[in-house]
């Protein structure tokens, strides 16, 4: 609609965290990303990453859970909602299956399990960062 092509980035996580998904653009060569969420940093991306691995790398500090184990592990290649057609704009239909189609595509591993193991936790004042929210329960 604004003369970009949809492009989505599918941020995958270990459980019981949650997968998170955000709308890819590129200007002058450079990715950002547009991301609605609650949580006050997983936000918004400026468009100054040289590639999407490089812009996903940028969510990585911020993805934890309460305890502060991090828990990003991979993220999709850029997936091109043109190709699924133009229905998902305007629909009342449940969008189940594009999500399927999302989760099953073509993803690149952030870090091995070994190194997982080695990740150090997100400290106290990262944690309490988290208690800022746009809306509260």
Do not use: C
């Amino acid at each position: 609609m604004q003369g970009r092509r949809p492009l989505l980035l599918d941020l995958k996580t270990v459980r019981p965290d949650f997968d998170h998904v955000v709308a890819l653009y590129r200007t002058n060569g450079r990715w950002g990303a547009i991301s609605k969420t609650n949580h006050s940093v997983l936000r918004y991306r400026d468009p100054v990453y040289r590639d999407v691995r490089e812009l996903a790398m940028s969510y990585f500090h911020e993805y934890f859970l309460d305890d502060g184990r991090k828990t990003l592990r991979s993220f999709s290649k850029p997936f091109d909602l043109s190709k699924v057609g133009t229905g998902w704009l305007t629909t009342g239909e449940n969008l189940a299956d594009l999500a399927h189609r999302l989760d099953r595509s073509p993803h690149t591993r952030i870090l091995s399990a070994a190194n997982a193991r080695h990740l150090r936790p997100a400290d106290r004042i990262e944690l309490l960062a988290t208690d800022v929210v746009e809306y509260k329960k």
